[in-house]
């Protein structure tokens, strides 16, 4: 790649467009770019990446805008590269983004970023426009990124400085943003990854295995773990193998004693059971006999029911017409009472028809009256109506009369108005031309002052400076040449800008020796914080041994905690086997309470059907015997006359016998055969219930254990709580287990620690002993420079602040000249006595008659506008005052033509009203009392009906209770039951018939009968000997169960067991091949003898390419006294335990000893880092697929170079102008400038910096 122009426009420190044709300064294959610090020579470089890449190199990348501030604002930021790259001239124009004023309105927009790239072919031909599009393009010709190409072209010198002086991963990172190692650090990673992977599989695996066995040994128990003789740690399979065989001897016993308890059980249940009936038997029978004795004293009460209920049914013929007597003597006493009250007072009964006829005619008279009542109210509104409309014209008329009194001297008053506006509209042009003279003398006047004013202050701040700059500097005015004076005493412009020169060049001069002295600062920089990074890994390494003496300790004791919280975790199958147990005792004692209350109720349910069935039964015999009672009479009902009786065949039937009332038939014997039936069904059902309940009830209790349910609950709940206990230990077993790995770990690392520590303390004193040797070279030298001055810094600001002093006494001197030629110029036109407050005053007085005249002139219209307004008023009022009082006598007509049609009709109204108020009233009274009168009379006739009704049903009621066989009305009425009355007086009757039948049956049983003659049994005794029994078989069919579900876990926990031990064998096998493998890659493995990992063994084959390019300058340029040497070894300061392979040491042909580069001095430092950057360059342009690179740019640090060394420096930047190739070279150096010709200068100015070429 060769550059041939490049132009900038707005761009960096550079306003204007500037143009470097490089095709020029490349003529004499070598040349100089210099000028002031802060000129912009870094910017000409920036402008080429920002062309080629479209970004800049380094941090000012990140700055907010590429665009100088200088530039006008519609001027956008613009860079423009014609280059040639493999053969093919481009021409790439691109354009940063910038902020540009908007074309409409206030504010700024974003102008985005653009690119052109043209090729010259014939002519220029655009490529793209595209920034994706170019950067592919461009990127893809260079074969280089901007890193590579920053580092390739533009060699910048302190960058290379401080690789040279970098430890290894700092170096690493440099030599990482040139060439691609991603490939192999991608490796790293994976193998890195790779074995945390495995690792965490391994010990996964190990920990399932490790959990398998622990949850075998809790689910064995203490009996079981005893007879295996085997360590699960060494051989886990056999020990689990014995484990099992002692389970399965286990359930076979335990089953064998089982089925012997069951046996046992089962006969002491029937025994028992038997009993049970037996004296359940003999309490029935002692309870029919009780309750026969309690109703042989129920026979008086049976008959008074009976009694009762014949009364009733008697009443209950007469009640119908005892309610009709009732409601007949209510509605008499109702129509009595309605007709005393609607009796009139003073009107006789058979003159009540006659009055209210008399009431209606009059009525018929007020209603004919109703509409003149209505006029009459419409007349006195009308009235009212007219006598406001009176008033309201009068008020009008007095107003009309008011206005036309003052309306004509209105009239004149703006008729002169007028005139006056008139004649100041007339006087206006004179008024304001006045206004405008005295105004421009008053400016006059001003302009004057001010210039005078600044002229003082121009003289005042002159003088300020002049004097400040002999404060300063005193030395320049003593002697002060004579022909230097133009103003006063005081030196002049030439003289100034001498003075200015001479401390341009000595800061110029002293800037060359600032670099030594920052050099200083941070050689002192690096000694103090190889002071404390030396206290610091002393203190690492007292720190390290105290946690080596003391991690051991906390590692036992830490292990010895996990291994017993591993014992107790192991008891958790046995918790949760009691815990279980503990459940089901509880849940049957809850079912063994709520069964006893089951069965209670369901023996009341029995009780009740037993005594049902009883009655029912004693009905049955009831019917059936007094059917056989009957059976004559059933038999008689069959004969015929003339035909033989069934039973003694005659065919003479002289006394047949009649059957009584209520008899019954075959039907009813069926009816009470099937009721008897149905009440033993419900019996027997209801002692298989009873039975039921108490097996559910026995079972329930055999597997409570006689524990209450209280007790079962507190211990359930003390299972539950130590089952949790075990279960929350076992919660922290992971946790215990990572603290074991931790400090493991932590006792490694701290191994590793101290061993790294040990060897960066030896490089660290190493390092410090050079820098001492350095520190001593460089205060030698800026002793010497610094003069009277602390520093050479200081010494070169003072020279500064004085030179910016020079430059403000010329600006000053300037400026005061300038204004005194102006007020000169001034003060000829406007006379030295008129001040400013004569002519302020002049200027008021004539604004003050300008606004008077122009108030009066601008109501000219407004008064045209009143003169015309009030002559139309005038004329107008007098036509309103004519038609109002037209019709004001109209209306006074009007209003006494209604008055007197009031009076009249007022009068006719008054009569008809009588007292009453008005007609309407009047009316509706009358109304009322007619309708009061048709009401007692029509009271009166129902009265009398009423009190007929009432004595016939009297008489009917009597009769009806007489023939009933009461002594009256009343008599009936006491004896009067209602339905529910009767049903209970029936069901009571019927219940101790019922119950007498029952207990008649019970007596009569022979079960219970024969139970009662046998001896009592010893229930207790039967009790204790069956509950000793299910106590025993509970408990060994409790061990039973627990055996073979221990059996049965151990056998699925075995097999959980083999399937972990069979994963974690291969699992620890790639485990051991993956760790190995990354430990080699990564460069901490002991088979890795330089420490280096896979991508810095990369690097370093490139590090050492890049030294066999740089030595080949660098014999040249030393006088074949120094050597690069690629070291394998660990960089000093390195604290990574793989910072091998990209070491730097200088070998010194004098000594024959490989020295740090840190040990260089500046000069030194500087051609080797040279060397260094050509080296790099060389091999990264081969790198870049041997792209040639036609145009370099060096950047700094010659004036480390003493004038032999500079000559061979020289030398190897001509040698590379070879091919045509171009060198530009960025300094300060003073002496540059006298040995290369060809410059490129950046002028440095308020407004922006500026280009200039020098061939």
Known sequence: ???????????????????????????????????????????????????????????????????????????????????????RRLRIRRSPAWLRPKLRGQGMITENAKVIVEELKDDWVALTTRLDEAGDFIGGLLGMNLDQFAQVAMLPQGEFARFLRADGEDRRK???????????????????????????????????????????????GDTLLLETTSDPEADPLTWSSGLLAAAESAARDSAQVCAASEATLTAARGRFDQARALAER???????????????????????????????AAADRVLPLIRQHDQRTAQADAATAAAEAAR??????????????????????????????????????????????????????????????????DLQEAELRLATSRHAGTTLPIAESAHEAAESTLTSVRHRDSLAEALAQAQSRRDTQLSALERSAPHLFEPLPLASTDIGDWPGEPTLAGWQRQCREEAARLQELSAQEVRLGVVRDELRQS??????????????????????????????????????VAEIPAAKARCQAARGRFDAALRRDELMAELAEAEEVRRAATDEAQAALDRLLAVRQARIDGMAAELAAGL???????????????????????????????????????????????????????????????QADGVSVGDAEAALAAEESALADLLALAATESG?????????????????????????????????????????????????????????????????????????????????????????????????????????????????????????????????????????????LGERARRNAVDLASAQTRAEQLSSDESRLAAIIATACGDDPTLTARAARLTGEADRLRAASAALRTAASAEAERESAHEAAVRAALDAGFRGIEDARAAVRTEAERAVMT?????????????????????????????????????????????????????????????????????????????????????????????????????????????????????????????????????????????????????????????LRVLDAWTGIDRDPATLSGGESFITSLALALGLADVVTAEAGGTEIGTLFVDEGFGTLDEETLDDVLDILDSLREGGRAVGIISHVPELRTRVPTQLYVRKARTGSTLTLRA
């Not at 007095?398 to 036309?404: G, I, K, P, V, Y």
């Open 344 to 409: 009139v007072a003073d009107v006789a009964p058979d003159q009540l028809a006659t009055l209210e006829q008399d009431h209606r005619n009059e009525i018929a008279r007020l209603v004919q009256l109703e509409p003149e009542e209505t006029r009459l109210t419409g007349l006195r509104a009308a009235r009212a109506e007219a006598a406001q409309e009176l008033l309201s014209l009068e008020k009008t008329e007095q107003e009309l009369n008011d206005r036309l009194a003052v309306l004509p001297d």
């Open 531 to 568: 002071s404390r990074e030396i206290t610091r890994l002393e203190q690492a390494d007292a720190e390290v041994a105290a946690v080596q003496a003391e991690l051991p300790g906390t590692f036992a004791a830490v292990t010895a905690e996990f291994d017993e919280l591993r014992s107790k």
């Open 987 to 1143: 069901e009571r009757l019927s219940a101790l018939r019922d119950e007498h039948a029952a207990v008649a049956g019970l007596l009569a049983d022979p079960e219970l009968l024969a139970a009662a003659a046998e001896p009592p049994p010893d229930l207790a005794g039967l009790a204790a000997e069956r509950d000793q029994a299910e106590h025993e078989h509970e408990d060994r069919t409790s061990a039973r169960d627990q055996a073979r579900h221990r059996r049965d876990q151990l056998t699925a926990l075995s097999a959980d067991l083999t399937s972990a031990v069979k994963l974690r064998v291969p699992a620890e096998t790639r485990h051991r091949l993956a760790r190995r493998m990354a430990e080699l890659a990564s460069g901490t493995s002991t088979d890795n003898e330089w420490d280096m990992a896979l991508s810095a063994y990369v690097l370093g084959e490139r590090l050492r390419q890049v030294v066999d390019a740089a030595n080949e300058r660098l014999a040249h340029m030393s006088d074949g006294r120094y050597l690069l040497q690629y070291d394998k070894r660990r960089s000093a300061g390195s604290r990574s335990r793989s910072g091998g392979g990209l070491g």
């Open 640 to 702: 015929v006359a003339g035909e033989a009786c069934v039973v003694c065949g005659s065919e003479a039937h002289p006394a047949p016998a009649e059957s009584f009332a209520g008899a019954p038939d075959a039907d009813d014997e069926d009816a009470a055969q099937a009721e008897s039936d149905s009440a033993q069904s419900a019996r027997e059902s209801a002692e298989a219930q009873v039975a039921g309940a108490a097996s559910r009830l026995e079972s329930a209790a055999d």
């Open 736 to 876: 215990l287990a990572a603290q074991v790995a931790a400090l493991r770990d932590e006792l490694e690392s701290a191994r590793g620690r101290a061993e790294e520590i040990g060897r960066a303390l030896a490089e660290h004193r190493a390092a410090a002993s050079a820098l001492l040797a350095e520190q001593e070279r460089i205060v030698a030298r800026l002793d010497e420079a610094r003069g009277d001055d602390s520093s050479v810094t200081e010494r070169r600001a003072r020279i500064v602040r004085v030179a910016d002093l020079i430059a403000a006494a010329a600006e000053a001197v300037a400026s005061a000249a300038g204004a005194h030629a102006k007020h000169d110029a001034v003060r000829q036109t406007v006379p030295e006595d008129l001040t400013e407050t004569i002519a302020v005053q002049a200027r008021t007085e004539a604004g003050i008659e300008l606004a008077r005249v122009r108030m009066t002139a601008a109501r000219q219209p407004a008064d045209a506008l009143d003169v015309s307004r009030l002559t139309a008023e005038l004329a107008d």
């Open 174 to 220: 440099l030599l990482e943003r040139l060439f691609s190692v991603r490939l192999f650090t991608e490796v790293e990673k994976w193998l890195a990854d790779r074995r945390r992977e495995t690792g965490r599989e391994e010990e996964a695996l190990r920990q399932e295995v490790h959990a398998a066995v622990n949850r075998m040994r809790g689910a064995a």
């Open 282 to 312: 003999r309490h029935r029978h002692a309870d029919a006999l009780l309750r026969r004795d309690e109703l042989e004293s129920t026979a008086e009460e049976r008959a008074d029911l009976q009694t009762l209920l014949a009364e009733a």
């Open 1 to 87: 790649m060769r550059l041939h122009r490049l132009r900038i426009s707005a761009f960096g420190s550079f306003p204007g467009v500037e143009e470097v044709d490089f095709d020029t300064l490349g003529e004499a294959g070598l040349f100089l770019i210099h000028g002031p610090t802060g000129a912009g020579k870094t910017t000409v470089l920036d402008a080429v990446c920002c062309a080629l890449y479209g970004v800049v190199p380094g941090l000012r990348n990140s700055a907010r805008t590429l665009r100088c501030d200088h530039a006008p604002p519609n001027r956008g930021p613009e860079v423009l590269l014609e280059a040639t790259i493999r053969g």
